[in-house]
């Protein structure tokens, strides 16, 4: 069965500080896998997502930036947080649409 | 581009009270549409997958429906551990790689 791993699960980290959120998963090759960020009290806004090995798409113009490294590894990174930048942060994974996505279980980022 | 509504924003019920959830997006025509459970501090987890005008599935005391313009999420009898937010989701349509366009959500409420 497939899976979908995500962490860490909580990062309080200051603002200038660098960030590296990783996604990983199981069970399946060549997945569609997105980032997305949950502000709160609002839905899911898409930042990337990627087709394939070192292929990313970036739908929002920001701060952060994305990597596939391998095929079923998916890295958000920044170089220095801002304080817009807190939010959840969830992975997911797709093979096509036909059956939705699998999320992980997302990452709370506070900025400070 | 799509935009995916949902109503009411935040909806509170007794327990045992049926009622109904709205998602409906402004680019009509069918693609299909999901639903997902979030719970607090979880990623979403998927529910149904509809893609034809008067589908219905259900799970337990959920049912989806389907027309052309909009989804509903029947729920009878909730109980409290129902309470959750739910989340409807759209393909975003064209070459999507399978991008989907959220809602905000519905933040369900069940009292004992």
């Known amino acids: 069965s497939q899976t979908i791993h995500q962490w860490p699960a909580t990062l309080v980290q200051p603002v200038g500080s660098p960030l590296s959120l990783e996604c990983t998963v199981e069970?399946?090759?060549?997945?569609?896998l997105y980032w997305y960020r949950q502000a709160a009290g609002r839905g899911l806004q898409l930042l990337f997502y990627?087709?394939?090995?070192?292929?990313i798409s970036s739908e929002v113009p920001q701060n952060l930036s994305a990597s596939r490294p391998q095929d079923r590894q998916f890295i958000l990174s920044s170089k220095k947080l801002l304080l817009s930048d807190s939010g959840f942060y969830l992975c997911?994974?797709?093979?096509?649409?036909?059956?939705?996505?699998?999320f992980g279980s997302g990452t709370r980022l506070t900025v400070v | 581009e799509d935009q995916v509504t949902q109503s009411p924003e935040a909806l509170r019920l007794q327990e045992g009270e049926s009622s109904s959830l709205n998602c409906s997006y402004t680019?009509?025509?069918?693609?299909?549409l999901f639903w997902y459970r979030q719970d607090p501090g979880k990623g979403p987890e998927f529910l149904f997958t509809?893609?034809?005008a008067g589908e219905e599935k259900e799970k337990e005391r959920l049912k989806a429906t389907l027309t052309k313009k909009e989804s509903f999420l029947h729920i009878t009898a909730p109980k409290p551990e129902d309470s959750a937010t739910y989340l409807c989701?759209?393909?975003?349509?064209?070459?999507?790689?399978?991008?989907?366009?959220f809602g905000q959500g519905t933040i369900l409420t069940v009292h004992p």
């Open positions: 997911a994974w797709a093979r096509g649409i036909v059956r939705g996505y699998t």
């Open positions: 069970g399946t090759s060549n997945p569609n």
């Open positions: 990627s087709v394939g090995i070192g292929q």
């Open positions: 680019v009509s025509g069918l693609r299909g």
């Open positions: 509809l893609y034809s």
């Open positions: 989701a759209r393909p975003a349509g064209g070459t999507s790689y399978g991008k989907l366009t």
